[in-house]
């Protein structure tokens, strides 16, 4: 595999004495797992090997060498890092990813003196990109471009526009949409500049111009974040809601807040517009909480009939962006009173009641894709779905687990006489009680949703680990054991 290739590559010019083999193989020297990103540091390494490694990840010396000496966690320039001991001469350092980064090319914030090699998506490109994925966690986003911007979405078409450079002779469009492609979006020149069209879904999207060969950040885009190489990438977002109060047009300031950005009234600021106040955004699949914020007075949406009390009494607005999950439990007709709580609403025992359908309950839920555990609390007991065999836990703290919209199959040839096999991994902390492995026409199958990124993972058959036997990629654990290795694509 790629993703394989270069990090080897990476790490033999490194660390030359390594030996690499079938049976042997080192750890990515970067990698990304469980929204974290990761950087392997070798004690052996000589000041230029530190120099090389600091400049090709924009490490600053001093922190590869506290790393290199010390565990636990450190603090450099306001940001908190982790350093484990991988083995005898590997430490590794990590950092919550919330940042996105770029082709490794030297940019600065305007226009790069370096040229960039345009080899036709060269093959060196395209593994680091998978490393260093970019994070689509955020469950809101907003657009912020200056008013000279000439950027417009019509008819799921985003219009991207590069003003000025009339002189240059190529001008493409690079980003997370076409997997930083250096060829495969060529722009075209307008007499404002530089203009091309493609098609976007709602969701969050990282670009960058390369001008004559040189790549530049959208200066007309107020919106960026750090590429992890000394510059900067554009944000965008392709929106899919808009929020909208009317009325209230005497009112000074109005925020919308919600469980999309932890409740913090002010930083989603609404426009004045005819009638009323409004703001565009993207949000995230999935159920989302909110309440307008009025001149510092909250209040639910007056235009929304969905409110819902929270936890604490307090009546919440509630919108749903996505597809619809039907949770049943079935019977318990005699019920008073049933709920529906999980790991998707905060475990909250007071916001969803169900509904008395005939034969037991039911409720409709929006839900974005991913893996969320859930209980029933029928006139205050709690209890897994009984309908549903797939838990997680053991003894009185078992969940039932429900995986909506998969895009993995893990798979288990032979082994048809065992009692129990499970997959487990970096997905769910290396759990010896869940994903418990279904057999299926001579197979053992389990699905999941995983995030985009490595994951590292084992089968466990009937108590004993192993790796994935129809999986030849694989790396080194503390144990020396080996854990198998998994790549999920944006």
């Known amino acids: 595999m790629k993703h394989t290739l270069i990090a080897i590559f990476l790490f033999t010019l490194l660390l030359p004495a390594v030996k690499v083999t079938a049976q ?43 790393a290199l000496r010390s565990t636990g966690e450190i603090t450099y320039d306001s940001i908190t890092w982790l350093v484990t001991r991988f083995n005898t001469n590997i430490n590794e350092l990590s950092k919550p990813f919330i940042s996105a980064s770029a082709p490794v090319h030297s940019q600065d914030a305007r226009l790069a003196t370096n040229d960039v090699f345009l080899l036709d998506d060269g093959w060196y490109i395209k593994p680091l990109i998978h490393q260093l994925m970019v994070n689509y966690s955020e469950k809101i986003g907003i657009n912020e471009f200056s008013e000279e911007s000439g950027f417009r979405v019509a008819n799921d078409t985003a219009y991207f526009l590069l003003s000025g450079f009339q002189k240059a002779g190529q001008v493409y469009l690079s980003g997370t949409f076409n997997n930083w492609s250096t060829m495969l979006t060529p722009m075209q020149k307008t007499g404002k500049g530089w203009q091309t069209g493609i098609l976007l879904k709602p969701g969050k999207y990282l670009y960058k111009f390369i001008v004559d060969g040189r790549w530049l950040q959208d200066p007309d885009n107020l919106q960026k974040e750090n590429d992890g190489n000394a510059g900067y990438n554009s944000v965008l977002y392709i929106l899919n809601h808009v929020f909208e109060l009317k009325g209230f047009e005497q009112a000074k300031k109005v925020s919308v807040a919600g469980s999309f950005n932890d409740w913090k009234p002010g930083k989603l600021k609404m426009e004045r517009v005819p009638g009323g106040w409004n703001l565009p955004v993207f949000l995230q699949e999935g159920t989302h909480a909110y309440k307008f914020v009025v001149d510092k007075q909250w209040m639910t949406d007056p235009g929304n009939p969905v409110i819902r009390r929270d936890s604490y ?14 949770f049943r439990l079935n019977g318990f007709e005699n019920a008073r009173d049933v709920l529906l709580t999980g790991s998707f609403n905060g475990w909250s025992t007071s916001e969803l009641q169900m509904n008395k359908v005939a034969g037991g309950w039911e409720l409709p839920y929006v839900l974005a894709a991913g893996n969320f555990e859930y209980k029933f609390i029928v006139d205050g007991k709690w209890m897994p779905d009984p309908a ?27 082994f048809s006489n065992a009692k129990s096999v499970l997959v487990t991994g970096s997905f769910n902390g290396w759990s010896k009680s869940s994903y418990q492995m279904e057999m299926k026409d001579g197979l053992w199958t389990y699905e999941l949703n995983l995030k985009p990124g490595k994951h590292t993972y084992k089968f466990i058959v009937d108590g004993q680990w192993m790796i994935d036997p129809a999986n030849e990629d694989w790396e080194t654990n503390w144990e020396g054991t080996g854990n198998s290795v998994l790549w999920i694509d944006p």
């Not at 009494?313 to 039907?326: E, P």
């Open 313 to 326: 009494g307090n009546l919440n607005s509630f919108l749903g962006i996505g597809d619809t999950m039907i």
């Open 388 to 414: 549903n065999p797939r838990t997680v836990g053991t003894g009185d703290f078992v969940n039932s687990l429900i995986t909506f919209k998969p895009n993995h199959t893990f798979y288990l040839r032979h």
């Open 24 to 66: 042997h193989k080192p750890g990515n020297v970067c990698y990304i797992s469980d929204n974290r990103i990761y950087f392997q540091l070798d004690k052996r390494w000589t000041d230029v090997q530190k120099k090389e490694f600091g400049d090709l990840f924009s490490l600053d010396s001093t922190l590869i060498d506290t």
